[in-house]
């Protein structure tokens, strides 16, 4: 039986907050940069009321070297409390870029993985099979909310349809910096050609645990990507 206790416990957490701690329904913009040049803008969302949670991470990168990975990428997760305490989810993401189109749809029942959906096809791997997973696992697009606005999270696994990863937090060097080694434990790496296994991540926060007006960085092998709030 597939252990998804993780997903439940964190948004039954976000669903009995009360309101002055929901997210606003605007996005919230970050850029991303590159070696000093602006590449990109990620918009993140995230809106609850007393039995729903739904999570929005939309992605553009429109000035990447050569053009290799310019295009969008969406990311959604609807979570409900349906009635006596059962409770559905459901992710997708889409991916559409200049070398590369994907879609992945995932639905959870009642902490049950039912079903994972990749097209094309060939996206698949032995992962988008739901027997395959049998660990507590959460979604990119609630991990990438937590990891902006939570200021040193516990580690987790994250699970996208295709691969498995750990996210490892790692001694805080202060208060208002968190630190964080992100690993594709099983399935294929990210941005071909390179296929990036292992990232490290840093994020920042003020005195109140706001995030900061540079949120994140993240760095594999030589490179560098910045994001920070905008305006």
Same mark, same amino acid.
């Given at each position: 039986?597939?252990?998804l206790?993780?997903?439940?416990t964190?948004?039954?957490?976000?669903?009995t907050?009360?309101?002055? $701690?929901?997210?606003?329904?605007?996005? /919230?913009?970050?850029?991303?940069s590159?070696?000093?040049?602006?590449?990109?803008?990620?918009? =993140?969302?995230?809106?609850?009321? !007393? #039995?729903s949670?739904?999570?929005?991470? #939309?992605?553009?990168?429109?000035?990447?070297?050569?053009?290799?990975?310019? *295009?969008?990428? /969406? @990311?959604k997760?609807?979570?409900?409390?349906?009635?006596?305490?059962?409770?559905?989810? @459901?992710?997708?993401?889409?991916?559409?870029?200049?070398?590369?189109?994907? /879609?992945?749809?995932?639905?959870?029942n +009642? %902490?049950?993985?039912?079903?994972? %959906?990749?097209?094309?096809?060939?996206?698949?791997?032995?992962?988008?099979?739901? &027997?395959?997973? %049998?660990?507590?696992?959460?979604?990119?697009?609630?991990?990438?909310?937590?990891l902006?606005?939570?200021?040193?999270? +516990?580690?987790?696994k994250?699970?996208? *349809?295709?691969?498995?990863?750990?996210?490892?937090?790692?001694?805080a060097?202060? /208060?208002?910096?968190?630190?964080? !080694?992100?690993?594709?434990?099983k399935g294929?790496? @990210?941005?071909?050609? $390179? &296929?990036?296994?292992?990232?490290?991540?840093?994020?920042f926060?003020d005195? #109140? *645990? &706001?995030?900061?007006?540079?949120?994140? =960085? =993240?760095?594999? *092998?030589?490179f560098?990507?910045?994001? %920070?709030? !905008?305006?």
């Amino acid at each position: 039986m597939v252990k998804l206790i993780l997903i439940k416990t964190f948004f039954v957490i976000i669903l009995t907050l009360p309101p002055c $701690f929901t997210a606003a329904d605007e996005f /919230k913009y970050l850029s991303i940069s590159f070696f000093g040049k602006q590449i990109g803008f990620i918009k =993140v969302r995230e809106v609850s009321n !007393v #039995d729903s949670t739904k999570i929005r991470v #939309d992605g553009k990168i429109f000035s990447s070297p050569f053009k290799m990975f310019n *295009g969008g990428f /969406k @990311h959604k997760t609807t979570f409900t409390k349906i009635n006596s305490g059962a409770s559905r989810l @459901h992710y997708e993401s889409s991916v559409d870029a200049t070398f590369k189109q994907r /879609k992945i749809n995932y639905w959870v029942n +009642n %902490d049950r993985l039912i079903a994972v %959906d990749v097209f094309p096809k060939n996206e698949k791997t032995i992962f988008t099979n739901p &027997n395959r997973i %049998d660990f507590e696992f959460i979604d990119p697009a609630y991990a990438i909310t937590q990891l902006l606005t939570t200021p040193c999270k +516990n580690s987790f696994k994250i699970y996208d *349809g295709r691969r498995i990863i750990e996210v490892t937090s790692i001694e805080a060097t202060s /208060k208002l910096e968190c630190g964080y !080694v992100y690993k594709i434990r099983k399935g294929p790496g @990210h941005l071909r050609p $390179f &296929n990036f296994k292992t990232f490290e991540i840093s994020t920042f926060f003020d005195q #109140d *645990g &706001n995030p900061a007006s540079r949120s994140m =960085v =993240v760095k594999a *092998g030589p490179f560098k990507l910045i994001l %920070d709030k !905008v305006p």
